[in-house]
């Protein structure tokens, strides 16, 4: 458990490897991300993609930015059994979130 800005990240395992936010017990922290994070239908979405979030939402709000890392470094830091040796950023948003979630991890960052 990860408090950042008066907000407590609480991870909740849904299955082996895979987490989430609890959202019962993170209200604010899954309403802040939420808020930040615009979904686009097909109107409005470039190169014919049906859907999609855009995450510079995220990137332009400090707050949510820190809750989204903050969100990865307490899955990688407590929630995992065996801790990542490295962080991988293959697409857009590793290449945005995966520095930054690196750093905090004090691990290197593969982009």
Known sequence: ???????????????????????NLN???VQTIAKSLPWYGPKFS???????????GIT?????????VETFVERYEQ????KPTKI???DARGFLFGPTIAMR???SVVC
Do not use: W
């Not at 458990?1 to 959202?23: E, R, S």
């Open 27 to 29: 209200p604010s922290v």
């Open 46 to 56: 470039p190169h014919d993609v049906p859907n999609f979030y855009d995450v510079s």
């Open 1 to 23: 458990m990860t408090t950042t800005a008066n907000k407590t990240v609480v991870i909740k395992t849904l299955a082996p490897n895979h987490f989430c936010l609890d959202q």
């Open 79 to 82: 929630s995992m059994k065996e």
């Open 105 to 107: 991890l004090g691990r």
């Open 88 to 90: 991988a950023g293959f």
């Open 60 to 68: 332009e709000n400090p707050e949510a930015f820190k809750l989204v």
